[in-house]
């Protein structure tokens, strides 16, 4: 991770915002460690250039960050999710008709504000996006290089919902969470401890996240899913706003540029706060709020079941272990430690609430807590919040 923003500084370890089809996650590595040695024939080289044409839209302005990264500004209504079928007549509603009892809009926060949101990304230091557009990371060709083929760019490897895929091998896929399955949901909070957890492969990922979801997996399964991943998440799920259909409000914060600060073990601890919410009084649209920001919304004609409500939330930690040489890999979840350690020193997920079909929002009145290998990772209760996280390979983790 890199420190925080200043002239001088590298960033080629760093918080990251990264947008996917129906998920949003904040890489904490910069993609720039990731192997780039994949060779391209001549042909596969036309199709790069021609996925890289589709892929960035026209700007208005293009900014150079100090991380490498290059923000271009684009026309709030050229954004990639207008390249969705589903939206092609849609428009724009660039705040929430409504918001569940307890939520309020701040003024200051308005889209159309210069407001700054609670941290730093590095491409402010060299400008911000005029009215009218929103900032978008622009692909490069190592992007494309770094997915080892053009098919696989951007594409989901693994599906993220714990204990609902018999086919993932449970001793590659892991996951600590805290889980509330019930009739109707319409949205929940989270307050997420930002860490930046080492990963041992450059084909394992650690990270922590919610789901909203309804439905199961190889049925009808809609999910929603927004957190923080520990690599650049380019082999398990569609970076940026590379899969059209979210409608991106916010100007100020770009999805798949380094943000800071972060935590660190024994001081200082720092947070970002979600809020999705199902939009009843509107069009049904399900928003997402960052740090009480109004960034955007998912479509509801995007979804089939997930249109009416949830029947389920999710938060917690995953990871990917191949067990490299036979043994567990050292990839951490959360802090890399166990949630025994408590304060400062283990990741936690606060001010957990689920909003009901009153649209009140409530704490998880009878959680379920599920491990899948409670000596490499686990997760502790503590009424309303928990720790959890875990270092990987430990002696009671071979």
């Known amino acids: 991770m890199a420190p925080p923003c200043g002239s001088g500084r590298r960033w080629s370890k760093a918080v990251k915002m990264t947008f996917y089809c129906l998920f949003f996650l904040i890489p904490m590595s910069s993609a720039g460690n990731r192997n780039t040695n994949t060779i391209f024939g001549k042909k596969q080289k036309l199709e790069v250039q021609q996925q890289l044409k589709r892929l960035n839209k026209p700007a208005l302005k293009s900014i150079e960050s100090p ?18 079928p589903l939206l092609k007549n849609h428009t724009i509603q660039m705040r ?8 309020s809009f701040d003024e200051i926060n308005d889209v159309y504000s210069n407001s700054k949101p609670e941290f730093t990304q590095p491409w402010h230091l060299n400008g911000r996006c005029p009215e009218g557009t929103i900032p978008i990371r622009r692909t490069k060709e190592e992007d494309l290089l770094r997915a080892g083929s053009i098919a696989n760019f951007g594409r989901k490897k693994y599906h993220t919902n714990p204990h609902t895929q018999s086919n993932i091998d449970p001793n590659i896929h892991q996951h600590a969470t805290f889980s509330e399955t019930w009739d109707k949901y319409y949205g929940m909070t989270a307050d997420m401890n930002l860490w930046n957890p080492y ?10 996240q919610f789901w909203v979801m309804k439905g199961e997996y190889g049925q009808d399964l809609d999910s929603i899913e927004a957190g923080a991943v520990d690599d650049a998440y380019e082999s398990t799920g569609c970076s940026n706003l590379l899969c059209p259909g979210f409608v991106q409000v916010d ?6 540029a380094t943000i800071t600060p972060y935590s660190k073990y024994g001081g200082n601890q720092y947070a970002l706060k979600f809020y999705v919410w199902k939009d009843v009084n509107g069009r049904g649209d399900w928003w997402m709020n ?3 920001r109004a960034f955007g919304y998912w479509p509801s004609s995007l979804f089939s079941i997930l249109s009416d409500s949830a029947s389920k939330v999710r938060w917690g930690g995953e990871i990917i272990n191949y067990n490299s040489g036979g043994q567990h890999t050292t990839t951490q979840m959360g802090s890399g430690h ?41 997760i502790k209760d503590y009424g309303g919040f928990f720790y959890f996280g875990g270092p990987g390979r430990n002696p009671n983790c071979p």
């Open 67 to 84: 991380d490498g990264d290059i923000i271009d500004c684009v026309d709030i209504y050229k954004q990639p999710a207008f390249d969705h």
């Open 290 to 292: 960052i740090n009480n």
């Open 338 to 378: 166990f949630a025994e350690e408590g304060p400062g020193k283990a990741s936690f997920f606060k001010n957990l609430n689920v909003i009901d079909g009153k649209q009140i929002q409530r704490a998880p009145r009878d959680p379920e807590i599920f491990m899948t290998k409670p000596n490499c990772y686990n």
């Open 96 to 103: 929430p008709s409504s918001y569940p009892e307890g939520f």
């Open 251 to 256: 100007k100020q914060i770009a999805t798949g």
């Open 199 to 208: 990963t041992q492969e450059e084909n394992e990922f650690s990270n922590f």
